[in-house]
Nanobody, 119 residues
Framework: QVQFVESGGGLVQPGGSLRLSCATSGSIFSLYTIGWYRQAPGNQRELVAGITGGGNTITAESVKGRFTISRDNALNTVYLQMNSLKPEDTAVYYC?????????????WGQGTQVTVSS
C-alpha cells in the first residue's frame, strides 16, 4: 500500500511562505495522481490542490494565485508552495493518492504536517 510522508509545515506570519513536501516510495510514482488536502479544527478535510501523473494541476479557489503544486518524479515527491499565507490557511495538511477524475482521496492518510499562520 502506498504511504506518504508530509513535511515542511510550521509557524509563519501572515504574508509568509512555506513549501510542503510529500514523499513516497514506489516505482510507478510518476503515474500517480496526488492531492494535497487540509483539515482545520472543526472543519471537514478539503482538497487544496492536485496534480496528475502528466502534470495537469487543479487548485482550490480559496488558494488560487497563492499556492502552487508541483512534482519531481525522480525524487518521488510532490510539493505545495504556499505564498501570501493567511490565518485561515491554518490547518493540518495531508497528501494522498487521488482518483484522477475527481480527486477523491483513495489511499491511506499519513500524519500530516501542521501549518499555523499567526502573528
Amino acid at each position: 500500500q502506498v504511504q506518504f510522508v508530509e513535511s515542511g509545515g510550521g509557524l509563519v506570519q501572515p504574508g509568509g511562505s512555506l513549501r510542503l513536501s510529500c514523499a513516497t516510495s514506489g516505482s510507478i510514482f510518476s503515474l500517480y495522481t496526488i492531492g494535497w488536502y487540509r483539515q482545520a479544527p472543526g472543519n471537514q478535510r478539503e482538497l487544496v490542490a492536485g496534480i496528475t501523473g502528466g502534470g495537469n494541476t487543479i487548485t482550490a479557489e480559496s488558494v488560487k494565485g497563492r499556492f502552487t503544486i508541483s512534482r519531481d518524479n525522480a525524487l518521488n515527491t510532490v510539493y505545495l508552495q504556499m505564498n501570501s499565507l493567511k490565518p485561515e490557511d491554518t490547518a493540518v495538511y495531508y497528501c494522498n493518492l487521488a482518483r484522477r477524475s475527481d480527486y477523491v482521496p483513495i489511499g491511506s492518510w499519513g500524519q500530516g504536517t501542521q501549518v499555523t499562520v499567526s502573528s
